[in-house]
């Protein structure tokens, strides 16, 4: 069974930075793309970054210039570091991975979570 778990959130003053971190473990195959989503109150869930399996990166507009992300193949993490928080990123914040596990025909996309950003003004 595949999991991912997350690390890292909490809480930060405007203009602080955390990193957050998703290892994902289990019968894993083949590790493609994994992102990073975040869901606050009353909002839909939406995508923040997205990296391919070979490093390729894409970013919502809102985070640009403020957050990386990155990815340690031989660990099947992935990182967000974010810089520069601000109160409107205050989230929960979800990993996601696209995988083949080992006991399933096809590749399907696993979630974590979930882990509480709160930036204080």
């Known amino acids: 069974q595949v999991q991912l778990v997350e690390s890292g959130g909490g809480l930060v003053q405007a203009g602080g930075s955390l990193r957050l971190s998703c290892a994902a473990s289990?019968?894993?195959?083949?590790?493609?793309?994994m992102g990073w989503y975040r869901q606050a109150p009353g909002k839909q869930r939406e995508l923040v970054a997205r990296i391919s399996s070979g490093g390729r990166t894409n970013y919502a507009d809102s985070v640009k210039g403020r957050f990386t992300i990155s990815r340690d193949n031989a660990k099947n993490t992935v990182y967000l570091q974010m810089n520069s928080l601000k109160p409107e990123d205050t989230a929960v914040y979800y990993c996601n991975a696209y995988l083949m596990e080992a006991t399933r025909a096809g590749p399907l996309g696993y979630w974590g979570q979930g882990t509480q950003v709160t930036v204080s003004s």
């Open positions: 289990g019968s894993i195959v083949s590790l493609n793309a």
